[in-house]
């Protein structure tokens, strides 16, 4: 059914408050994330020169697709997030359960401690983990009596070592949010599960889950949204080696903007990146939210 | 008539002020308009260069040598303003992209490195008529053809080298004489291959008795300056391109063989640290300074950075260091890599300013200005300054060392017609795969050569 053109400009007066409070975010929202967006679409299309671009069509698309280095990117991508997302939202749903019980003091203890890292640069993280993975004398060899071990050398052991990384520095401020979702729950369905027999674990997985799901799905889809962005770590610890094995879809961008100064095929990759990290955005919400109730 | 007659002197003496404004304004008028005010944008990376009267006994910041210099151009030209600006090394090619990418890029630059992608773009003023016939002759033919693409150079010469990454090593004669071990003799501290290994072979030792050495010779590693890994190549006679400029053929029989002694010397030789496929050229550079490492990477600048880290803190102990060439084989002779870095200047549109900004490039790189960079041990792009520069010096031998060593220099990268920047990350890859083990020296080059030649020679 079709609004009449007066009932909407009646209920936009109505709501002309609502809208008005709305109009300054919209307009950051607009310049910082809207115009570089649509910016980038055009740039996608261009050979792109700061003294006269050419209009090239999709040709850059069609580069950056035939490019194995971009699937390579793509590939590491995937593993990243499929490492990643499981192992930190397990972590911080682990941690928040276990400090939940306490007392609002030492729960508030343990969540800043846990906040930490989040409000440390990314920088300074990826240099400590620089010095820990260190191969003649990193911590971790010492600790191992593994002298000259290249954790982020070694194919096989580079993009473990970021995801344990990212793992263990991260969460902090997730564990916050399930704490923030677990306080919300009422009391009164625990009290009745444990009159009807329930265990702490059973309590856990049959009322805490289901009703934290709409947080944890809020989280996995920005988790994995972040994921797909990787770029300090990579930039700082590995630079996409060894042997590509780290390189991601944002490094990637990074390096053929900035080394090579194809600006077209970065934002023609940006743009691949942004189809394929909102249609992951979908599917989780389709797959996800089916039986959760907000 | 009697009128004209009697206002001839009138007459006269107005014509003549007529006719004088006319050529006044013929001749003065330009010059007046050109001195217009102009502001000149001039980036640069830190460079700690002391300006004439500084106090000895202080450290200059990285803002001492531009502010010095802006002032004294602004002093000699009261209608120009030169705003410097001076960028971290880290994010400074991000920062220049970003300024290219909005169309605003500074009208001078000191790149880190030169880009050839820039002349391209279109985006670089040539300086082919504001180099004399003098700066032609005095500048070295190495420094000048860094910045030549085409038939115009782009690029005024400041400074030889990068750091002298590639073009020699540094010794701690602490270490050797621990060891017993004698250091190259001068002059030129030139050595063979074998007496490079024989020394090198005692250099590696065991502290603790553990079995594994702790003392390293010298450091490999992947992720290092390109120039060093590259000059363990040239020693072996390899080459990146070939002559013609038409392919990568660092898969050569000479190229295998440079990269399995690299393989070598950490796994069987054991002169060097194992983990090179994951370290950088700051890992190898500390070992050095924690005197884990006997030799070490650079040229004369980086005595300097032992003598900046140590008043920073980032060392605890001063140790002495020499200059010394790469190791050579008698049948090829001695190599060093050869470059150099300078200003470039972007397109301007206001012939005025383009002739002042050429003007503050040519006052940057003139004889006396360029002489300051012996507050950094650095050698300079003219021949004329290097002549005298580091005489009675406390580093003159050092220095003399350098100059020696490079004067057996050759452009790593081919010529400046081609830019094989697009295969640097594949020349590291293939490092990796070769000191990981995962991949032989000849798999490893071949996939090399291969992923360079499609990046860097297609469609040529």
Redesign the interface.
């Known amino acids: 059914m079709r609004t009449p053109p007066r009932r909407l400009a009646r209920r936009l007066y109505q709501d002309r408050w609502a809208y008005l409070f709305l109009l300054p975010s919209l307009a950051f929202f607009s310049v910082f994330f809207l115009v570089p967006v649509a910016w980038g679409a055009v740039l996608s299309q261009l050979d792109?020169?700061?003294?006269?671009s050419r209009w090239v069509g999709l040709d850059n698309y069609r580069g950056v697709l035939s490019d194995w280095l971009f699937w390579r990117s793509l590939a590491n991508n995937l593993y990243y997030a499929a490492g990643v997302v499981p192992l930190w939202l397990g972590k911080a749903l682990f941690v928040a359960a276990v400090i939940f019980p306490f007392r609002k003091l030492f729960q508030n203890l343990y969540k800043t401690a846990f906040y930490l890292p989040h409000v440390t640069s990314a920088v300074i993280i990826s240099l400590i983990w620089l010095w820990i993975?260190?191969?003649?004398?990193g911590l971790l060899n010492y600790i191992l009596k593994t002298?000259?071990?290249?954790?982020?050398?070694?194919?096989l052991t580079?993009m473990p070592a970021l995801i344990a990384m990212q793992v263990i520095m991260g969460g902090g401020s997730t564990i916050v949010l399930i704490s923030a979702a677990m306080g919300s729950i009422p009391g009164d369905y625990y009290e009745a599960a444990q009159i009807d027999g329930a265990t702490k674990v059973q309590q856990f997985v049959r009322i805490t889950l289901p009703l934290l799901k709409p947080t944890l799905l809020y989280l996995l889809v920005m988790g994995t949204i972040s994921s797909f962005q990787v770029f300090t770590n990579v930039y700082l610890m590995t630079?996409?080696?060894?042997?590509?094995s780290t390189i991601t879809i944002g490094y990637l961008i990074?390096?053929t903007?900035?080394?090579?100064?194809e600006?077209g095929a970065a934002s023609a990759m940006a743009m691949v990146l942004f189809a394929i990290v909102f249609a992951v955005a979908v599917v989780q919400f389709r797959w996800l939210s089916s039986d959760v109730e907000y | 008539m009697a009128l004209l007659k009697k206002d001839r002197p009138l007459l006269v003496a107005l014509s003549t002020a007529v006719l004088f404004s006319l050529v006044w304004g013929a001749l003065a008028g330009p010059a007046a308009a050109e001195e217009k005010p102009v502001t000149i944008t001039w980036w640069i990376n830190p460079w700690r260069i002391a300006p004439p009267g500084f106090p000895e006994d202080k450290a200059p910041t990285a803002e001492d040598f531009p502010r010095w210099v802006s002032e004294e151009f602004m002093r000699l030209h009261p209608n120009v303003t030169v705003k410097y600006e001076v960028l971290t090394n880290q994010g400074f090619d991000q920062k220049v992209a970003a300024a290219i990418l909005a169309g605003k890029p500074p009208d001078i630059l000191r790149p880190i490195s030169f880009k050839q992608e820039w002349v391209r773009q279109g985006l670089l003023e040539p300086i082919d008529e504001y180099l004399t016939a003098f700066d032609l002759q005095d500048f070295y033919d190495y420094a000048l053809n860094v910045g030549k693409v085409g038939d115009h150079y782009y690029l005024f010469p400041w400074n030889n080298s990068n750091n002298g990454m590639g073009s020699s090593l540094l010794l701690n004669p602490r270490m050797f004489a621990e060891r017993g071990v004698p250091l190259p003799p001068l002059p030129d501290r030139s050595w063979t291959m074998d007496e490079f290994m024989t020394a090198a072979r005692r250099l590696s030792y065991d502290t603790n008795g553990d079995g594994t050495n702790d003392v390293y010779a010298i450091g490999m590693s992947a992720r290092m300056d390109l120039m060093n890994n590259l000059a363990w190549f040239h020693i072996f006679g390899a080459r990146y391109v070939d002559e013609g400029q038409r392919r990568f053929v660092l898969d050569s029989p000479a190229g295998v063989r440079a990269l399995s002694w690299l393989v070598d010397a950490i796994y069987k030789e054991r002169i060097s640290p194992p983990g090179a496929e994951g370290m950088g050229i700051y890992d190898v550079i500390n070992l050095f300074h924690q005197q884990r490492l006997a030799i070490g990477y650079g040229g004369p600048y980086e005595i300097g950075r032992i003598d900046r880290y140590l008043k920073e803190g980032r060392i605890k102990q001063k140790f002495p260091v020499h200059v010394a060439q790469f190791p050579h084989f008698p049948e090829i002779g001695p190599v060093a890599y050869h470059t150099s870095g300078g200003f470039v200047v972007f397109k301007q549109t206001d012939p005025y300013k383009r002739k002042m900004v050429m003007e503050f490039a040519r006052f940057l790189t003139n004889q006396e200005n360029m002489s300051l960079l012996r507050s950094l041990l650095y050698v300079t792009a003219r021949k004329s300054v290097n002549e005298n520069l580091y005489k009675g010096y406390e580093f003159e031998k050092e220095i003399d060392v350098y100059l020696r060593a490079i004067s057996h220099g050759i452009p790593y990268f081919g010529s400046a017609e081609i830019d094989t920047t697009p295969a640097d990350k594949h020349f590291i890859a293939m490092l990796e795969a070769a000191f990981s083990r995962t991949k032989t020296p000849q798999q490893a080059l071949d996939e090399f050569v291969s992923q360079a030649n499609r990046l860097v020679f297609r469609g040529r």
């Open positions: 792109y020169r700061a003294f006269g993975y260190n191969p003649p004398f002298p000259g071990f290249a954790w982020l050398g070694n194919t580079a630079r996409g080696g060894p042997q590509f990074y390096e903007a900035f080394t090579y100064y600006f």
